[in-house]
Every structure is written in C-alpha cells, then in structure tokens.
C-alpha cells in the first residue's frame, strides 16, 4: 500500500510539485451496513468486497467482529478470500472485542484492528461513565496489548469533534504513544463545519508527536450535508486517510460519499493538490452492486452516481454539450464508468438527436431528418423521454424495431405467505403469433419476467427494478440476464403493473434486435460454399 502523506506541508502551504496520494478507508460494510435498511448477507458483503477491491480502496472495514457471529463469518470469509486493500474489524477497547477481530482476521496477513472508544464529555459521563484517566489508560492498555497481534492498529476517538481540545490530543498523543499507525479524529454526530475541520487537523497535525509513517485520518458523518466538504477540508488541513463510503451510506444520515470525495479531489486536483489510488471507472458499478444488494437506490440527482448526475435535457445544454462537452460537464462520464448520457425529451433539439441516431448506427439524410424530428417532437410530447427503442421504432417502422407487442398481462399476488405470485402473460410474436405461458417467482415482476423467459424459450433472471414515481407517472428500468447477455428495457405508465409490463416487453425486444443483428452479420460473413 502506498504510503499515504499527512505531512505538515500539507494544505495551503503545498508546493506545485507536491502531490499528496491519501489513502481511501472504505466502511460501507461496517458502518454503512449497521444503518437500518442497508443489511446484508454474507454473499452481498463478499461481492462488494470484491468491488471495492476492483476499486482499489486502500482499507476495507469489513465488520465489528463483537457485534453479532454473522458480521464475524463474513469478516472471516473477506480476509481469506479477499486480496488488495488491508482488511480491518472494528473493536472497542475491551479485551473480547479485541480478542473476536483477531479471530476474523486471522485468515489476512495484511490486515488493521480499529480501536475506538469515546472521548468527549457526553460519552465518558453518560455513556461509558469513565473519568478522562480511566479513558487514557485504556487507550494505552488496548493498543499496546494489540501490538504485534495485528498488522496495523488505528484509534479512533469517537465523538473527537464535542471533545475538548486539550483532551483530544492528550488522547491521541497516547494513543501515538502507545504505538497506534492511523489516528482517526471522527465527527460522529455530523456537527461540524469546514472550517473548523481545517483549523482543528492542523492544530493536531502540529501538535502531537508521532513517528514518520503515522497518519492522520478523518471519518464524517452527513447529518448537516457537509461530511464530503469536511473531509475535503480535513485533507487540505492534513489528514492523509479519508473514512468513507458507497453511496455515503452509514448510521443516521450516512457518511462521506466515497465517490464524490474521490472524484473532488481527481476533478480539482489544481486545489487540493491531492490523489487517491481509486479505479474511478469502477464508480458506478460498485453503486449500483450496493443498491441492488440493498435494494436502495442513491436519489436520481446524487452527485457522480445519480442517474441525472451526467444526463442534459434542455436543447441549450445539449447542443453546447454536443459541441463541446466541458460547456456542462466537469467530470467525463466515461471517468466514473456512466454509459451515455443525453436524455433525450421534448426540450432536445436537432443536433441531439441525430447524435443518438448516430450512435444507433443511423445515419439519415437532411430531408428525412425533418420528417423524423417532427414525429420526435410530437412523440416526445406525450412521454417524459423518448428511449433508444422509440427511435428505432421511428425509424424503422414498429413491426421492425419491436419483435414482441404485448397483447395482456395479468398478475395475481398477495401479503400471505402462502400466496404464490403468478403471471399470465399474452403476447404476438412477429413471425411466431400469438403465444402465451403463466410465469411463478417470489413477487409479481419476477412471475412477470418467468413468463416472458418462457414464451422467448429462454434462460432468464430479473436481476433489478428501478422504479420512480414521474409525478403522476411510474418510470421503470428493469435489468434483466437473457440468456446469458445483460439487457434493459425501460417504460413509463401511470399504472405500474403496465409500466413493468412494457419495460419487460422494451428488454425482451432489444434482446431479440440484438440476437438478430448478431445473426444477420454471422450469416453476413460465412463463407460461400
Ligand atoms: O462515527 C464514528 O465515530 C464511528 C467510529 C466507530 C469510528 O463510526
Ligand atoms: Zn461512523
């Protein structure tokens, strides 16, 4: 792992030259996963393990050992299958905390104990009922008994933001002391501001005594909305390791958004003169594992992520976008691994239009494009946006560009647990007719898309539903593996059951376009007998 530099040069006083490689400790499955809603199981922990080592992250917290034989197992399963990042457990100071993150990292010869216990006024008198030297002894005793025990040892003083000032370096200052490599300053409760965050590490920074190697770090919590902006202004202040995670998800109002953090520091690396060592491009994908392994999608505007994050509606911006792409755009899509990018509606113009026609493999001619923007307008008026499948349809004709029409679906559930989901689906075919199959799964969308895998004769799996209510529209994606090959196929209907219905129908079609392009050019090039 590459040193990461908290040195005193650090912040406003960084020469040019100087580029600082802060280390990126990722929690999403310690701290993120305890936040109500984000649970998972062990499978989804070690397939996000497996991302966030695809990212680079230097740290992966895996767990808090103590806290259940569940967060131990999976702990245990990501040191021994994992390699990459330095694995880490959390553990109070108690000795059988210590002695569980011990057991559960066993299986990684790179890996980090995280101690923590609280230090300000609030946690030492209502909570732990420790008097400031009972705190300071067992800072010493926990980490000098780790020692050796593990191959990194960080502190944590929680609540370090709502700790006196003098008692927070004391505390660190032993911790130091006593042999600790990370010092993390938390801002638990997400109760401070930039410029206090700056201010205080570069008090620390001057004032405790440490070895060369020993980092600072910072680990915010978002409940004002500022725990990217303090960890950025921990960092020009002189943290060298940013806590952070997926999504910013975390307890309350979750933590730093690994992924605007790490795209702050590349995007204005004139400014913070700092680097991380993250495969940007790996940003999107490891958001949307961890939304599909919690069944929570980050908000449709989230910074870097959001399905809006890169996309431009208005005519003006296309246009200036298709120009030139930094008249909107700060970051490059393609940086943190969107796909594309322009929504195309009733606001697009000419010029955005026949780009994704263009990227369609269409190539029309000045004439026939007017014809076809004048069918674009009016369709774009009666839907919110028009998708890839609509233009192939207006260009090609509806029986071309759409293989299946659905004819009816019918959906039967229930709450009970004996109700057994079940689709009836009706469909024609273009060159086979009117077929129709019943379709089972554990909810109603899966029976739906069972159906659908029948009636195509294939292998299937709905592998994700992204739903959003358009006002008084249901706008649905499903993503779904047909028969081996990942596809999309989205749709938007007041009523949802119709809205999943044709986005099912949207992915089946663009399944069997593509099965028939690959068809066609496979034929294309056989050799004449
Ligand atoms: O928010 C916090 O203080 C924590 C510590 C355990 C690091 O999560
Ligand atoms: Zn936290």
């Not at 420790?130 to 000098?144: A, F, G, H, P, W």
């Not at 004391?170 to 401070?192: F, I, M, R, S």
């Not at 026939?368 to 923007?373: D, I, L, Q, Y």
Request: hydrophobic fraction near 40%; charged fraction near 25%.
């Amino acid at each position: 792992m590459p040193q990461p530099d908290n040195s005193a040069t650090a912040g406003d006083t960084a020469k040019e030259s100087d580029v600082r490689r802060i280390a990126i400790f990722d929690t999403t499955l310690r701290d993120g996963e305890q936040a109500p809603g984000f649970s998972m199981t062990t499978a989804h922990k070690l397939a996000i393990a497996h991302s966030l080592a695809d990212l680079r992250v230097d740290v992966m917290e895996a767990g808090f050992a103590a806290a259940s034989p569940g967060d131990a197992k999976a702990i245990a399963e990501v040191a021994a299958q994992v390699t990459g990042p330095v694995i880490c457990s959390l553990a109070r100071t108690k000795a059988g905390d210590i002695e569980a993150a011990h057991r559960a990292l066993e299986a990684s010869d790179n890996n980090r104990l995280h101690l923590f216990i609280g230090t300000s006024p609030l946690h030492r008198e209502a909570k732990l009922r420790l008097t400031r030297d009972q705190v300071l002894s067992e800072i010493e005793r926990s980490i000098s008994s780790s020692k050796g025990q593990f191959g990194q040892i960080e502190f944590s003083a929680e609540d370090a933001i709502r700790t006196e000032r003098d008692f927070l370096i004391e505390a660190l200052q032993v911790a130091a002391d006593a042999g600790a490599d990370v010092l993390n300053v938390p801002d638990t409760v997400g109760y401070t501001s930039p410029e206090e965050m700056y201010e205080l590490f570069r008090d620390l920074c001057a004032n405790i005594k440490r070895q060369d190697h020993v980092v600072f770090s910072t680990h915010c919590h978002n409940d004002l909305g500022m725990a990217v902006a303090n960890s950025l202004a921990a960092v020009r202040g002189g943290a060298g390791q940013i806590e952070c995670s997926i999504n910013g998800i975390g307890e309350r109002a979750g933590n730093c958004a690994l992924e605007e953090v790490v795209m702050a520091l590349k995007t204005r690396a004139d400014h913070y003169r700092a680097d991380t060592g993250i495969r940007t491009q790996g940003l999107y994908a490891a958001s949307g594992l961890l939304a599909e392994s919690t069944g929570n999608a980050p908000p449709r505007n989230k910074a870097v992520v959001g399905r809006n994050a890169f996309a431009h509606e208005a005519g003006i911006h296309q246009h200036g976008m298709l120009a030139n792409r930094e008249t909107y755009e700060i970051m490059e899509p393609s940086d943190v691994g969107v796909p594309s990018t322009l929504v195309l509606g009733k606001h697009s113009g000419k010029h955005a239009l026949r780009a994704r026609l263009e990227g369609l493999g269409y190539d029309i001619g000045d004439n026939r494009m007017e014809t076809v923007f004048a069918q674009f307008k009016t369709l774009a008026d009666t839907k919110r946006e028009v998708t890839d499948n609509d233009l192939v349809a207006l260009i090609e004709g509806e029986d071309v560009a759409n293989i299946w029409h659905l004819v009816r679906a019918e959906l039967r559930t229930g709450t009970k647990a004996t109700a057994n989901p079940t689709a009836k689906l009706v469909v024609d075919h273009r060159d086979r007719g009117r077929l129709s199959a019943i379709g089972h799964g554990t909810g109603p969308f899966e029976a739906l898309s069972d159906a659908f895998c029948i009636v195509a004769e294939v292998e299937g799996t709905l592998d994700s539903i992204d739903a959003h209510q358009l006002s008084r529209e249901m706008d649905i994606e499903v993503g779904l593996t047909v028969a081996g090959e990942k596809v999309r196929g989205r749709s938007q209907h007041t009523d949802v059951i119709v809205a999943a219905a044709e986005a099912l129908l949207a992915a089946f079609n663009n399944h069997a376009r593509k099965t028939n392009a690959a068809q066609q050019s496979a034929a294309e090039e056989a050799p004449v007998a």
